[in-house]
């Protein structure tokens, strides 16, 4: 016991005397003066255990000191100059921003699009996904940027690419809902001669020349891609429309021709029979199906063959006379395009 | 207020008639401009010569009236756009018959694909005169069979190697017809959709040994815009009084000449008797004498017709009226004198008189300049649905005649 108190006071003595000679001492020995009046007879040894800890606490608030500047950083805004066009911006953006966002606010300055900005730091040019921080950007960096005409012209390209396919599924939906409009009048036609009754086979013309018109529509339609595909589903359904409208041609005149025969009172055995070969012929030819017609228009008078064949010339012409007009803005399109 | 000739109004659009005469040909001679019009279904090559007539010296020369002589025309009027289309039409449906195995008689009797198959040439046509090849693409032209097919500039060019063929024979037709060389020709003015084509430019570039063809003004409205600046001038508008005195002076004197022949069907071989042959200068007025077919004929019938055939069957009807009150007579004997007066604005006056009873009849026939009235369009329509009905095969001479429709069996 006597024998550890005697080591204990040395120890305590050698301290003083290690602590004596920095000039920063004072402090610490004013710290471990208090500790030492706070001990009593045995807590010297805790009190020198304690003057460790007390060093300790000394370090521990160095790391403090450490501490503070590493919170700091987070919060820095710096200030960066960015040259374009012989004109200096100064720009305050987070350190550990990209470039990319950089470039935008460039863009906000300069209106030029941040996809067409070449950004130099160090004469070397930066990738819009790289950190400023760890490019070496700090506060009071001077960068340069500079327009890239390749990145321009690449993105005016896509930009009306996308315009030509906007324009086409456009023109597309717009022949789309035409035929949704004209797709009732089919059915009810359908119906009509399905149930035996007659139609105005000026009705009939008419829808089928719409539908034509509409036709020569999409083909008018310049489409890649998935707008193509739409495309060609619309013209196999405006086709079945026709088609339809054809076989209600057919029909109508069979039964046009029925009516007829009775009015002229011929044998009852005929009329199936005729109506055999007729529909035999129909499946052949088209040419066939006009002869047959112009036969019915020879049991009635020749006026309905007048006014059909004028109708149909009429709305002919009709069509002739609106297809021009949309020629040229295909030419257009397909001009840009091919150069 | 007088109707003015298409020639003139297309020099006009270019202003031709402002430009002084040529200093290197003879001022008297005056200014000599070609105008080739090709539209949709007619070739139309008027040779004018712009004159001042009377003083022709520089100071007085604004202050003069001009004549605007038509030297000769020449043409047809069955070539145009729509004839170009229809080439490429049957190029692509042989293409489409040699590429699918399909049946050829379906293919051609299928209208509703060729209609397609057509607006898809006419688009390519219109592309070809801008870039050197380009694609024709239908979905689902026939039994659900797609087509797609190249067509270069190059390729259109050789399909339609005899139609251009045609258009330069009109052009030496027409400076032969004026007896000048083309070498004496200042002024080459294009009119109509189809001048526009590439290969119809360098053509008539290299016929007339490098010589500047003026197409400036958009072929389609040169007539048009000619014309309204005629009516301007007729109307006197101008800010200036002095102008205006000007303005009034500027007469314009047309001499126009008859573009094809007219006459009357006579025999019963549909011959055609020619009264009026073509380049005669209007205004213009001939007789010619005819007589009976049969014998105790008392009504003579008189077809006006219009072309260059011998036979009027492939010429164009422009009127038709009968003489009645002719004496009964052995055939041969009676003395019908019929004259034709074609007056300053291109409208035809026929009359018929028989010398021996006095009795008159005549008819009246406005110009129409060839082409096809609407009338005619639907008759055709009609005549051919019957030919159709009756199995005759008459498609060659509907397309002749049918100008802007072509008829397809």
């Known amino acids: 016991m006597l024998g550890a108190s005697p080591k204990a006071k040395k120890g305590a003595t050698v301290k003083f005397g290690s602590m004596k000679n920095p000039p920063p001492p004072p402090v610490v020995g004013a710290a471990a003066g208090a500790a030492a009046a706070a001990a009593g007879g045995k807590v010297p040894a805790e009190e020198v255990w304690e003057v460790r800890p007390g060093g300790m606490l000394v370090q521990k608030r160095g ?21 374009h066009a012989g004109i200096t911006h100064e720009i305050y953006i987070n350190s550990q921003a990209s470039f990319g966002e950089l470039k935008k606010m460039v863009a906000a300055r300069t209106g030029l699009h941040p996809d067409d900005q070449k950004v130099m730091y160090k004469d070397k040019e930066r990738d819009s996904k790289a950190f400023l921080d760890m490019a070496g950007v700090k506060d009071r960096s001077k960068l340069v940027v500079v327009e890239d005409p390749e990145a321009r012209a690449r993105r005016l390209i896509e930009e009306r690419r996308n315009g030509h396919l906007e324009k086409a599924a456009k023109a597309v939906a717009a022949v789309t809902a035409e035929v949704d409009k004209l797709a009732p009048k089919v059915a009810a036609l359908d119906a009509s001669v399905r149930k035996g009754e007659k139609v105005a086979e000026n009705d009939v013309v008419q829808v089928t020349e719409l539908l034509m018109n509409e036709l020569l529509k999409l083909d008018a339609v310049v489409a890649d891609g998935d707008v193509k595909a739409q495309r060609r589903l619309q013209v196999k359904r405006v086709q079945k429309y026709v088609e339809t409208l054809d076989a209600v041609m057919a029909k109508n005149a069979a039964i046009v021709r029925k009516s007829g025969e009775k009015l002229t009172s011929k044998q009852h055995h005929h009329p199936p029979a005729r109506q055999q070969q007729q529909q035999a012929h129909q499946h052949h030819q088209q040419p066939a199906a006009g002869q047959t017609r112009w036969e019915m228009f020879d049991l009635l008078s020749s006026l309905p063959s007048t006014s059909s064949a004028s109708s149909t010339t009429t709305v002919s012409s009709t069509a002739s006379s609106g297809a021009p007009p949309p020629l040229p803005p295909p030419a257009n399109r397909l001009d840009w395009m091919l150069f | 207020m007088r109707i003015i000739n298409e020639p003139s109004a297309a020099a006009i659009a270019y202003g031709l008639d402002k430009m002084p005469p040529p200093a290197s040909g003879a001022d008297a001679a005056g200014r000599t401009v070609l105008i080739f019009d090709l539209g949709g279904g007619t070739l139309d090559v008027s040779l004018l010569n712009i004159a001042r007539p009377g003083n022709n010296s520089s100071s007085n020369s604004d202050n003069g009236s001009f004549e605007f002589e038509v030297k000769a025309v020449a043409g047809d009027t069955h070539l145009g756009g729509a004839d170009f289309d229809n080439a490429m039409v049957k190029h692509c449906i042989n ?42 693409e239908v979905d689902s032209l026939h039994d659900g069979v797609d087509f797609c097919a190249k067509m270069s500039r190059s390729r259109f060019e050789e399909l339609n190697k005899e139609l251009f063929g045609k258009c330069v024979k009109a052009v030496e037709k027409c400076l032969e017809d004026a007896k000048m060389d083309k070498s004496a020709v200042h002024d080459v003015v294009l009119v109509g959709g189809s001048s526009r084509i590439p290969k119809v430019q360098s053509m008539l570039h290299d016929f007339f040994q490098e010589k500047k063809l003026r197409h400036s003004v958009n072929p389609d409205e040169a007539v048009a815009y000619g014309a309204a600046i005629q009516a301007s001038i007729l109307n006197g508008d101008s800010d200036n009084a002095d102008a205006d005195a000007d303005d009034k002076k500027r007469v314009m004197i047309l001499r126009d000449i008859t573009p094809l022949s007219l006459g009357v069907e006579i025999n019963f071989d549909h011959t055609m008797s020619v009264v009026i042959p073509r380049n005669t200068f209007i205004p213009t007025k001939n007789t010619r004498r005819y007589t009976t077919l049969y014998d105790n004929q008392i009504r003579v019938s008189f ?14 009807l422009l009127g038709k009226f009968v003489l009645s009150g002719v ?50 369009v639907e008759r055709m329509s009609r005549e051919a649905r019957s030919y159709n009905r009756k199995r005759k095969r008459t498609r060659s001479s509907l397309q002749m005649n049918s100008g802007n429709l072509v008829i397809l069996e």
């Open chain 2, 95 to 136: 293409e489409f018959i040699r590429k699918n195995d399909v049946a050829e008689d379906g293919v051609w009797s299928n209208q509703k694909a060729i209609r397609r198959l057509r607006s898809a040439c006419e688009r390519a046509k219109r592309l070809l005169s801008f870039t050197a090849q380009t694609s024709i």
């Open chain 2, 327 to 376: 004496l009964p007579a052995p055939r041969g004997v009676p003395q019908i004198d019929v004259t034709f007066d074609f007056d300053t604005n291109g409208v035809l006056h026929v009359f018929a008189e028989d010398m021996g009873t006095g009795s008159k009849n005549n008819n009246t026939i406005t110009n129409h300049s060839g082409r096809l009235k609407k009338e005619d």
């Open chain 2, 303 to 316: 077809p006006v017709f219009e072309g260059e055939s011998a036979s009027t069957l492939d010429n164009n």
């Open chain 1, 63 to 83: 790391g403090g000191a450490d501490e503070e500047p590493v919170n700091v950083k987070p919060v820095p805004t710096i200030r960066v100059k960015v040259k």
